[in-house]
């Protein structure tokens, strides 16, 4: 005793058997109590350790806004200092990356592979080529993936990575050229067992294609080292549709859990592309009325809804003819507004799954006074900050896409698995198994986020904690490293 601020396993170790065995709470522990951790302390620390990363800095300060009441609650998880530790990623690997334009012009470009937390299994996350790149922002979606993946009860432990490349006017050839050049490196630094990339913006098949014919010939071995594949050489089915039907899934867990469902609710969907597309699909299956898609140009609104025909035109116009979401009020004669989010139309239900930022205050406001029962985030961070507290101070169920839109890297790990058994599911058993992962996903947001006052469930601390605690017990149980 009397050791507190000593940082080796073993005074931890004692400190936690003597505070248990006068079953006294880590603050109420008389001898040289250890300050419960504030965010200011928290953010002073981070901003040092980590400088000029504005990104990373604001979703680890909103995650630890719910999760530092809770480590304060629970010593085992303030001594030891594990969110200090989760924080900083297991190593950040940057790397030159140099290839050719069809002219002979040689480029320079950036590569970064952050490989942020391997407590629970391999590193995972997708790899994204943008002229945007940076580290503060792969290290934000770094940090956001630990728990994401936690959240799905399947080993994935946490990674994001890419370069500053855009792939958008370059020749096949080039995007090719850089793929090569980019793995040639990053082949060093991953495998199956070891870090598991994936696509993100900037990389879809082609990338992807690329980039695993590049490991496959520098390796001499055909493994998973790489999701997202295409089905002739180890991709799953379902991926395609997985983050959508996920989005839907959870959703109805959200309306069952209050007794009742999505059959016969009016919903909205913003965006159409894919998340949107299998989003409304299977809302639609559900029994759910699909009233508005969007794009980045306006958004439609179809009082009849959606039906197989008109979803089948949507997909068409948007991932073969690369046509605007105007088209469909034309075809289908209802009403196109331009320049506008579909936030003002009547709803039950809201699924915005277009793009970050998209509901404000003003607009989360106006779901809430034309009677919004619940929202699921189908895109990452389409809510801002602000829009998220309209929702909680309503107690409207608010899931965000932590919780909801997991169904994708879900899915990425499923190929995995099917890769390291060598044998590939069907689609009903993989849509079977997704089904599954989203309701345990509600549990754990049940679990940890009921307000038992009121019995209403904050989804926003539910997925955090429930990230958070099975990540942060791995890392207890290793010991202090
Ligand atoms: P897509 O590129 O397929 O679709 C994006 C959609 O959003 C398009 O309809 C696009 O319109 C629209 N959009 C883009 N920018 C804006 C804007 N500023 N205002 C309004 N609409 C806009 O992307 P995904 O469907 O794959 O991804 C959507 C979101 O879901 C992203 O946040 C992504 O990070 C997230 N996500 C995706 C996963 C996946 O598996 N695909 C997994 C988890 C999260 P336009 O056609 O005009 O460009």
Redo the contacts with the bound molecule.
């Keep these: 005793m009397g050791r507190w601020f000593s940082s080796t396993l073993k005074d931890v170790l004692e400190i936690e058997s003597d505070c248990k065995s006068f079953t006294i709470t880590h603050k109420e522990c008389a001898v040289n109590p250890t300050p419960e951790l504030t965010l200011e302390h928290f953010h002073e620390g981070l901003v040092k350790r980590s400088p000029g990363e504005p990104e990373f800095h604001q979703a680890v300060m909103e995650f630890a806004e719910f999760v530092i009441p809770y480590i304060n609650g629970n010593s085992k998880y303030l001594v030891p200092k594990i969110l200090e530790r989760m924080t900083e990623p297991d190593r950040t690997i940057i790397f030159r990356v140099v290839w050719e334009d069809d002219n002979g012009e040689v480029h320079v470009n950036r590569g970064y592979r952050v490989q942020f937390n391997n407590s629970i299994g391999p590193y995972k996350g997708g790899l994204r080529f943008h002229h945007s790149v940076n580290l503060s922002i792969l290290k934000f979606l770094g940090f956001e993936q630990t728990f994401k993946n936690s959240l799905t009860t399947l080993p994935m432990g946490s990674g994001k990575g890419g370069a500053d490349f855009n792939p958008k006017g370059k020749s096949d050839r080039e995007v090719m050229r850089f793929c090569q050049s980019f793995m040639t490196e990053l082949s060093k630094h991953i495998g199956e067992n070891m870090d598991v990339p994936a696509g993100d913006i900037g990389v879809g098949a082609r990338e992807i294609s690329y980039m695993f014919g590049q490991y496959k010939r520098l390796k001499n071995e055909f493994t998973g080292a790489l999701t997202g594949k295409s089905i002739e050489f180890g991709g799953s089915l379902i991926r395609k549709e997985?983050?959508g039907y996920g989005c839907a899934y959870f959703m109805e867990q959200v309306m069952n859990h209050n007794g009742d469902s999505i059959k016969d609710k009016v919903c909205l969907v913003?965006?159409?592309?894919?998340?949107?597309q299998y989003a409304a699909e299977k809302i639609m299956h559900l029994g759910g009325k699909v009233v508005t898609m969007?794009?980045?140009?306006g958004f439609v609104h179809d009082p009849d809804g959606l039906n197989e025909e008109k979803l089948a035109y949507i997909i068409d116009l948007?991932t073969v003819r690369r046509g605007r979401i105007e088209e469909y009020a034309k075809k289908y004669k209802c009403k196109f507004f331009e320049e506008k989010k579909p936030w003002g139309i009547k709803c039950d239900l809201a699924f915005p799954?277009?793009?970050?930022n998209?509901i404000d205050e003003a607009a989360a406001k106006k779901l809430v006074k034309n009677g919004l029962i619940a929202l699921a985030e189908?895109?990452?961070m389409?809510t801002t900050r602000e829009a998220i507290n309209v929702f909680l101070d309503a107690k409207i169920p608010f899931a965000p896409?932590k919780a909801a839109?997991a169904g994708?890297v879900a899915v990425s790990g499923l190929e995995m698995t099917q890769n390291s058994i060598r044998l590939s599911w069907s689609r009903e058993e993989l849509e079977e198994r997704l089904k599954d992962i989203m309701a345990g996903i509600h549990q754990q947001c049940v679990t940890y986020g009921i307000e038992k006052e009121e019995n209403y469930i904050n989804y926003v601390k539910g997925s955090n904690i429930g990230g958070f605690v099975k990540v942060a017990d791995a890392m207890l149980a290793y010991g202090v490293i």
């Design positions: 997985a983050t913003s965006g159409s592309g894919n998340v949107a969007s794009d980045s140009s948007k799954c277009a793009t970050q998209e189908g895109a990452n389409p896409g839109n994708g």
